[in-house]
C-alpha cells in the first residue's frame, strides 16, 4: 500500500476539528528539515521532501498543514543549538545594550527575542484564519508556578511580543487563576503542566468566568483562543504510577495497558468538555511510540485520537518516528471510542490513575504536587537555568 499524502495530512483530513501544530521553536524547521531528509534513505529523499514542504510551507504559510506552534523552556533553550549563527548575535546586541541587566533578565530577554522572530512565521496563518489559526505559545518563568502576579505581569509582557501569541501557564491552583485573569484582558491561553482530568476542568471553568468578566467589561476577543494541555507521556511515565500499579498487580510493562492510561484521561475530559459547552480545546503532547502490534510499532497516543476534536502538538522527533511508522498504514477516525472495560478496570484499582481520571480526583491545592507536576516543573526550571547558562557564554 502506498499514499500520496503523509500520515499528518491524512490525520488532519479526518477531521477539520483535529489540527496538527508544532511542537519547537518555528525557527528551527528549515535546519530541522534539512537534518532529517539527510539522514532518509535516498530512494525516499523526494518523497517526504514534498511532504515536509506541505507540512509548513514556507514561502505559503497559510498552506501549510501546521496549524499552530508550542514552545517551551527547554524547546526554546534547543533553538540556540539548532540556529547559533543566528541566535549568538541577538545575545550579544542584548548584552550591549543592557549591561547593567542581570544575567535572567538577559536570558528573559533572549527568550522573548526568539519568541518574537518565531512567531512572524505564522502571522500569515493567522490573518488568512481570521485569527483561527497561527497561534504561537510562549511560556511564562516555570520558576514562578506559585506566584500569580508574576505570572500575570510576565504573560501581559508576552502577549504584548504579537497578536497571535497564546501564554501558557501552569495548571497549579496559582496558574490557573493566572489564566482566569488573562482570559478576562482577552489574552489567548494555554494551560501546562497539565496532566489530569481535574486540572483539566479547573482551566475550562476559569476561562469561561474569566471570558464572562471580559465579555462584561467590552473585551474584544475576536483574536482569542484557549487550549488546555494533556502531557500523555509524562502522565503514564510517573514512577508514581508503575509503583502503584506494581502493588495492586497491574502491569505497566505492557505498553497497551500503559497507553490506554493517559487516552482514557484524554477521552473523558473530551466528553466533559463537550457536555458542559466548554469553550476551551484540549490539547495533547508527549506523544510516546507503543505498543506495538502485529510486528508493527505503532503510536496509539496519536492514532486513537484521530477525528477528535483536538490539537496535538508533535515535537522533531515525534513528527519524524510517525511519518516513518505510518509511511504506508491506514488511519481512520477514532472519535469516540472508549477505553476497553477490561483495562479500565485494571486501572482503576491503581489511585495515581483515579486522581488523574475521575473529576474530583485532586482539589486544586492538590495540583502542583502531582508527581509529573513536580517532575515536569523541576524540568522546565532546568531548561531555564541551561538558557542562562548559554547566554552568560556567549
Given at each position: 500500500?502506498s499514499?500520496?499524502?503523509?500520515?499528518?495530512?491524512?490525520?488532519?483530513?479526518?477531521?477539520?476539528?483535529?489540527?496538527?501544530w508544532?511542537?519547537?521553536?518555528?525557527l528551527?524547521?528549515?535546519?530541522?528539515?534539512?537534518?532529517?531528509?539527510?539522514?532518509?534513505?535516498?530512494?525516499?529523499?523526494?518523497?517526504?521532501?514534498?511532504?515536509?514542504?506541505?507540512?509548513?510551507?514556507?514561502?505559503?504559510p497559510?498552506?501549510?498543514?501546521?496549524?499552530?506552534?508550542t514552545?517551551?523552556?527547554?524547546?526554546?533553550?534547543?533553538?540556540?543549538?539548532?540556529?547559533?549563527?543566528?541566535?549568538?548575535?541577538?545575545?550579544?546586541?542584548i548584552?550591549?545594550?543592557?549591561?547593567?541587566?542581570?544575567?535572567?533578565?538577559?536570558?528573559w530577554?533572549?527568550?522573548t527575542?526568539?519568541?518574537?522572530?518565531?512567531?512572524?512565521?505564522?502571522?500569515?496563518?493567522?490573518?488568512?484564519?481570521?485569527?483561527?489559526?497561527?497561534?504561537?505559545s510562549?511560556?511564562?518563568?516555570?520558576?514562578?508556578?506559585?506566584?500569580?502576579?508574576?505570572?500575570?505581569?510576565q504573560?501581559?509582557?508576552?502577549?504584548?511580543?504579537?497578536?497571535?501569541?497564546?501564554?501558557?501557564?501552569?495548571?497549579?491552583?496559582?496558574?490557573?487563576?493566572n489564566?482566569?485573569?488573562?482570559?478576562?484582558?482577552?489574552?489567548?491561553?494555554?494551560?501546562?503542566?497539565?496532566?489530569?482530568?481535574?486540572q483539566?476542568?479547573?482551566?475550562?471553568?476559569?476561562?469561561?468566568?474569566?471570558?464572562?468578566?471580559?465579555?462584561?467589561?467590552?473585551?474584544?476577543?475576536?483574536?482569542?483562543?484557549?487550549?488546555?494541555?494533556?502531557?500523555?507521556?509524562?502522565?503514564?511515565e510517573?514512577?508514581?504510577?508503575?509503583?502503584?500499579?506494581?502493588?495492586?498487580?497491574?502491569?505497566?510493562?505492557?505498553?497497551?495497558?500503559?497507553?490506554?492510561?493517559?487516552?482514557?484521561?484524554?477521552?473523558?475530559?473530551?466528553?466533559?468538555?463537550?457536555?458542559?459547552?466548554?469553550e476551551?480545546?484540549?490539547?495533547?503532547?508527549?506523544?510516546?511510540?507503543?505498543?506495538?502490534?502485529?510486528?508493527?510499532?505503532?503510536?496509539?497516543?496519536?492514532?486513537?485520537?484521530?477525528?477528535?476534536?483536538?490539537?496535538?502538538?508533535?515535537?522533531?522527533?515525534?513528527i519524524?518516528?510517525?511519518?516513518?511508522?505510518?509511511?504506508?498504514?491506514?488511519?481512520?477516525?477514532?472519535?469516540?471510542?472508549?477505553?476497553?472495560?477490561d483495562?479500565?478496570?485494571?486501572?482503576?484499582?491503581?489511585?495515581y490513575?483515579?486522581?488523574?481520571?475521575?473529576?474530583?480526583?485532586?482539589?486544586?491545592?492538590?495540583?502542583?504536587?502531582?508527581?509529573?507536576?513536580?517532575?515536569?516543573?523541576?524540568?522546565?526550571?532546568?531548561?531555564?537555568?541551561?538558557?542562562?547558562?548559554?547566554?552568560?557564554?556567549?
Amino acid at each position: 500500500m502506498s499514499f500520496d499524502k503523509s500520515p499528518l495530512e491524512r490525520l488532519q483530513a479526518i477531521s477539520d476539528d483535529f489540527e496538527v501544530w508544532w511542537d519547537a521553536s518555528p525557527l528551527v524547521y528549515s535546519a530541522w528539515k534539512e537534518k532529517f531528509l539527510s539522514e532518509l534513505p535516498a530512494e525516499k529523499r523526494e518523497k517526504f521532501a514534498g511532504w515536509l514542504e506541505k507540512l509548513y510551507n514556507e514561502k505559503k504559510p497559510e498552506d501549510s498543514v501546521i496549524r499552530g506552534v508550542t514552545t517551551n523552556p527547554r524547546l526554546t533553550r534547543e533553538t540556540l543549538d539548532w540556529i547559533p549563527e543566528t541566535c549568538k548575535p541577538w545575545i550579544k546586541e542584548i548584552k550591549e545594550k543592557h549591561p547593567g541587566a542581570s544575567l535572567e533578565e538577559q536570558a528573559w530577554m533572549t527568550y522573548t527575542k526568539i519568541t518574537a522572530e518565531g512567531v512572524k512565521k505564522y502571522m500569515p496563518i493567522f490573518e488568512h484564519s481570521n485569527y483561527k489559526y497561527g497561534y504561537v505559545s510562549a511560556q511564562v518563568d516555570p520558576r514562578l508556578i506559585t506566584d500569580t502576579r508574576e505570572m500575570l505581569r510576565q504573560g501581559i509582557g508576552l502577549k504584548a511580543l504579537s497578536p497571535n501569541i497564546m501564554v501558557k501557564s501552569p495548571a497549579t491552583k496559582q496558574g490557573v487563576y493566572n489564566i482566569m485573569l488573562l482570559t478576562a484582558l482577552g489574552i489567548s491561553t494555554n494551560a501546562t503542566v497539565c496532566f489530569t482530568v481535574p486540572q483539566i476542568l479547573a482551566v475550562a471553568e476559569a476561562v469561561r468566568v474569566g471570558k464572562e468578566i471580559g465579555q462584561a467589561n467590552g473585551v474584544d476577543y475576536t483574536q482569542w483562543r484557549s487550549v488546555i494541555t494533556m502531557m500523555l507521556g509524562r502522565f503514564e511515565e510517573a514512577k508514581e504510577f508503575k509503583e502503584q500499579a506494581a502493588a495492586v498487580g497491574v502491569d505497566l510493562d505492557d505498553l497497551a495497558v500503559r497507553h490506554w492510561a493517559g487516552l482514557a484521561v484524554c477521552k473523558k475530559a473530551l466528553k466533559i468538555l463537550a457536555q458542559k459547552g466548554y469553550e476551551s480545546k484540549l490539547l495533547l503532547c508527549s506523544a510516546r511510540p507503543g505498543p506495538t502490534v502485529d510486528n508493527k510499532v505503532k503510536v496509539w497516543h496519536i492514532e486513537k485520537m484521530a477525528g477528535e476534536p483536538i490539537v496535538y502538538t508533535m515535537n522533531p522527533d515525534m513528527i519524524a518516528d510517525f511519518l516513518k511508522l505510518y509511511e504506508n498504514e491506514p488511519l481512520e477516525s477514532h472519535k469516540g471510542e472508549d477505553i476497553p472495560d477490561d483495562i479500565l478496570a485494571q486501572l482503576i484499582k491503581v489511585p495515581y490513575f483515579r486522581q488523574g481520571y475521575y473529576a474530583y480526583g485532586l482539589s486544586a491545592d492538590e495540583f502542583v504536587n502531582y508527581p509529573p507536576a513536580v517532575t515536569t516543573a523541576k524540568g522546565f526550571a532546568g531548561d531555564m537555568r541551561l538558557l542562562e547558562e548559554f547566554v552568560e557564554k556567549v
